[in-house]
């Protein structure tokens, strides 16, 4: 089955030390786009990439880092500089449109960060 | 720069009719309609186009105003299933290169039985 996988559900880490959030799909999409949640805030835009080897910072890229080494990977580290980052993350794809805005976008089943 | 969403928060009894409106301060050319239940990934609903017609789905619908740059989601007669938080998004802009959505704050709907 196609889809976008992201891993752990769950993760639990020390405040001070860098996580790093897997995300992976098989659509063949081209973009990838990492969100954060938090309670009334919406989705909020960290990165995204439209193609390998390269990305884009999002509203709230501070903190965090990502790589696009391969079209079906782009993993997002939330390093240390990050000030709060317990949140919950998504990570969604879509295939680039050949109209702007015409494609849906797919979410993964996100990961909930805690920092202790 | 987010889109913003009205209301907040609505509660309905089931078979009730809801209306939630989206507005943005920058020309829209694309708006996405999202739904997400607590604890999973949003969903797609529908997309619309600058220039498009209305779109539905099942007993939910929307409009794309581009003038006023506002679109409205329209949820006729409620189901328990549509209770969740509903997300709008906008975007991109005319230049292809620069293709992401930008998401509102969310709606949260619930539905009474």
């Known amino acids: 089955d196609g889809g976008i996988t992201q891993s752990p559900k769950y993760l639990f880490r020390k405040e001070g030390q860098n996580v790093t959030l897997s995300c992976e799909q098989n659509?063949?999409?081209?973009?990838m786009y990492w969100y954060r949640q938090d309670p009334g805030q919406g989705l909020r835009l960290i990165y995204y990439?439209?193609?390998?080897?390269?990305?884009q910072k999002g509203d709230i890229a501070e903190g965090y880092s990502v790589s696009r080494e391969k079209k079906e990977s782009f993993p997002l580290t939330v390093t240390s500089a990050q000030k709060n980052p317990t949140a919950f993350y998504l990570c969604?794809?879509?295939?680039?449109?050949?109209?702007?805005?015409?494609?849906?976008?797919?979410f993964g089943p996100g990961t909930r960060l805690t920092v202790l | 720069q987010q889109p913003v969403q009205s209301p907040q928060a609505v509660i309905l009894r089931e078979g009730e009719d809801a209306v939630i409106n989206c507005s943005s301060s920058?020309?829209?050319?694309?708006v996405h309609w999202y739904r997400q239940k607590h604890g999973e990934a949003p969903v797609f609903l529908m997309i619309?186009?600058?220039?498009?017609e209305q779109k539905g789905h099942e007993k939910i619908s929307a409009s794309f105003n581009e003038k006023k740059q506002q679109s409205s989601l329209y949820l006729t007669a409620s189901q328990l299933s549509y209770s969740g938080t509903y997300f709008c998004?906008?975007?991109?802009?005319?230049?292809?290169?620069?293709?992401?959505?930008?998401f509102g704050k969310g709606t949260r709907l619930h539905i009474l039985p």
């Open positions: 969604a794809s879509r295939k680039n449109p050949e109209v702007a805005g015409g494609n849906e976008q797919f």
């Open positions: 659509l063949n999409h081209d973009a």
């Open positions: 990439s439209q193609i390998v080897n390269d990305f």
């Open positions: 920058k020309a829209l050319y694309s």
């Open positions: 619309l186009l600058k220039g498009g």
């Open positions: 998004g906008t975007g991109p802009t005319v230049n292809m290169g620069d293709d992401k959505i930008i």
